[in-house]
């Protein structure tokens, strides 16, 4: 009868031990680090067995996010605006300064005398210059102004192009999407026309709300898509006569979906 205890006892002697060894290896198992698991999951790292752990790392990823997507718009803010100081009045005639005789004949000035000969152009852009003849009294304070909403336009590129891609592609990595996204509002002509104070950055920032809202009229058949979407497909004509062709594309696009069911 000894044999059998003395078997058994064994074999639970040597369970224990395995059970230890297995405890000390998964202890001393070197843990993927915060970004690692950022870059294949994108979101907060789980781990069901140590939920203590999970409460632990999840606000650091969130807060590294934050911080990364804080310090890119930072920069993208600064390259798009630096040198603002150094231009104080419209330079390019006719286009920069109809857009501000726009704005301030809606101001009551009247700028008649200066783009008397100049042609029509549309004020969607000046709508958002009106603003700035009410707080300001120098014509050099509205143009730094203008300059730095063209760097607030770029940030807006950068999280609308950014949302977008997570839209499409849900998998892709958070880093993936932000260098993408920092990249799209850092191309050379953005940055370029961010110089001046006219309607390309307004057209940029709006055409790029235009496909999000459309990724998600496409994906939802909302009502509230279809009135955002046709909204800024007319803004953007508002802005410049030359997004008319972006309404016909729409337009033809509604009529292929409706034919198509």
Request: aromatic share 14%; glycine share 6%.
């Amino acid at each position: 009868q000894e044999r059998p205890v003395k078997g058994y006892a064994k074999t639970v002697a040597e369970e224990e031990i395995e059970v230890a060894e297995e405890e000390t290896s998964r202890q001393t198992e070197k843990k993927p680090g915060i970004w690692e698991e950022l870059e294949e999951t994108g979101e907060e790292w789980e781990d069901s067995e140590e939920e203590e752990q999970v409460a632990s790392v999840i606000p650091k990823v969130s807060l590294k996010i934050k911080l990364i997507g804080l310090l890119l718009m930072a920069g993208i803010f600064l390259v798009h605006v630096w040198g603002f100081w150094k231009y104080d009045v419209p330079i390019i005639l006719v286009d920069e300064f109809f857009y501000w005789e726009h704005a301030a004949f809606f101001a009551g000035y009247d700028w008649s005398g200066v783009i008397s000969h100049a042609p029509w152009y549309s004020f969607g852009y000046s709508l958002l210059l009106l603003p700035l003849f009410f707080v300001f009294e120098y014509m050099s304070s509205m143009y730094h102004a203008a300059l730095l909403m063209n760097g607030a336009m770029a940030i807006g590129i950068y999280l609308t192009v950014r949302t977008l891609l997570g839209r499409l592609y849900p998998s892709t990595a958070w880093s993936l999407r932000m260098a993408i996204a920092a990249a799209v509002s850092l191309y050379p002509a953005y940055v370029g026309q961010s110089k001046i104070a006219w309607s390309e950055m307004a057209i940029y920032l709006t055409f790029w709300l235009l496909l999000l809202c459309l990724e998600r009229l496409l994906e939802t058949s909302s009502f509230l898509f279809c009135l955002l979407t046709s909204f800024l497909a007319g803004l953007t004509y508002l802005i410049h006569n030359r997004m008319l062709a972006i309404i016909l594309a729409l337009s033809l696009l509604a009529v292929l979906l409706k034919w198509t069911g």
